[in-house]
């Protein structure tokens, strides 16, 4: 009996020192470590690809390889499908392969189903707005849809494809996964770990949200409760604490909380700040919150469900109009943009002070005093 149960802590040893060992172990940057709190900074070149990959761009913190990775493109700018990643040690750019040639897009080497070249292993240029995330299971990027090459000097014009594809980063590889999902510009997507599952918004009018599944690569859509009307550009994050999704719609400044187990959907508290889902939105696990970035951005407490105005003391030059390309580090506890002007880290304080933010947004609000 007594050797059964040093066996079986030995055996219970060796597993839990496997896990361990699998768990990627990442040390901060002391460069994003010193940065002041509340305040962008330009941390970094931009990426190493022309400024049109930006154009309705994406990207993705991946938190198993510490690399912060850029996909999009698409516009008239920009024809380009690399991938562009920033390691988070070095804070230095690659291009992780070569885009496939422009020449190569004509009508008769256009894949529009599995959103590819025919001649390629590649998914081709879109606009990949907040169309992507991070698996951590699969230890993978993942892309969905998207709008497709054919903007301005771009040939030929493609619709939106209904394809879903992981990018491994240590492979330099795509791998197709799906080519029956839903087809869109500018939908939302985010992470559910609880069921190891990617939630899709489409950026159409009245949409269903549709679930991917990643123990079985298969779609399925739901009706929310009751429908609520979205459009391009759109933000999703999901909060494990409260089992919420919140989505951030478009130019309407609408704001939704989403049940994934029942999709009923209620709208927050967005008296003080309505976010913009031509920004980025991110999730900060410490304080179950969700960041949104546009201009001054703002706050979402989870608990509340309440929306504050957030006031940087600094913020970043250049565009402001950013859709997917806004990611945080769970490792170095900043958010992270890229734009034309360069990469750019803001940290956040530990914790949020909502009483004094309402009180700043209050006395923001009032009238100025008249001159005597």
Not at 153 to 178: F, G, S
Not at 260 to 287: C, I, R, W
Not at 325 to 334: I, R
Request: charged share 20%; net charge positive.
């Amino acid at each position: 009996m007594k050797m059964k149960i040093i066996l079986a802590a030995a055996v219970l040893a060796g597993l839990v020192a496997a896990a361990a060992a699998a768990e990627p172990v990442h040390q901060p940057n002391p460069k994003l470590a010193a940065l002041p709190v509340n305040t962008w900074v330009r941390v970094a070149d931009k990426q190493p690809a022309p400024d049109g990959i930006l154009a309705y761009a994406g990207g993705v913190l991946d938190s198993e390889h510490n690399v912060y990775l850029l996909f999009g493109g698409g516009h008239g700018d920009y024809w380009g499908n690399e991938v562009c990643a920033l390691d988070m040690k070095t804070l230095a750019w690659k291009r992780m392969y070569e885009p496939d040639a422009r020449e190569r897009y004509t009508n008769d080497n256009i894949d529009n189903v599995k959103g590819k070249l025919k001649d390629s292993d590649k998914p081709y240029t879109r606009h990949s707005y907040q169309m992507l995330t991070f698996v951590p299971t699969a230890k993978k990027m993942f892309v969905w849809s998207g709008c497709g090459p054919g903007w301005g000097k771009i040939a030929p014009t493609c619709p939106a494809p209904p394809d879903a594809w992981y990018y491994d980063y240590v492979a330099n590889k795509w791998e197709l996964l799906a080519t029956d999902g839903p087809k869109t510009v500018g939908g939302g997507t985010c992470y559910d770990p609880k069921r190891d599952v990617v939630w899709a918004l489409p950026g159409t009018s009245w949409p269903k949200l549709w679930k991917f599944d990643i123990k079985t690569a298969k779609w399925s859509a739901h009706a929310m409760k009751p429908d609520s009307s979205a459009t391009c550009h759109l933000d999703l994050v999901y909060s494990p604490k409260r089992d919420l999704i919140a989505a951030a719609v478009g130019e309407q400044k609408k704001a939704y909380l989403i049940n994934p187990e029942t999709f009923a959907v209620e709208q927050p508290d967005t008296s003080l700040y309505k976010p913009h889902g031509g920004g980025g939105m991110v999730y900060l696990p410490d304080q179950d919150v969700a960041i949104n970035v546009f201009q001054a951005g703002g706050v979402l407490d989870f608990e509340t469900k309440k929306w504050y105005p957030l006031v940087p003391e600094k913020t970043f030059e250049g565009k402001s109009w950013i859709y997917g390309n806004c990611n945080y580090s769970p490792v170095d506890k900043v958010i992270l943009i890229v734009n034309a002007k360069g990469t750019w880290a803001y940290r956040p304080p530990e914790k949020f002070d909502f009483k004094a933010l309402a009180e700043k947004a209050a006395a923001a609000a009032q009238p100025p005093a008249p001159k005597k």
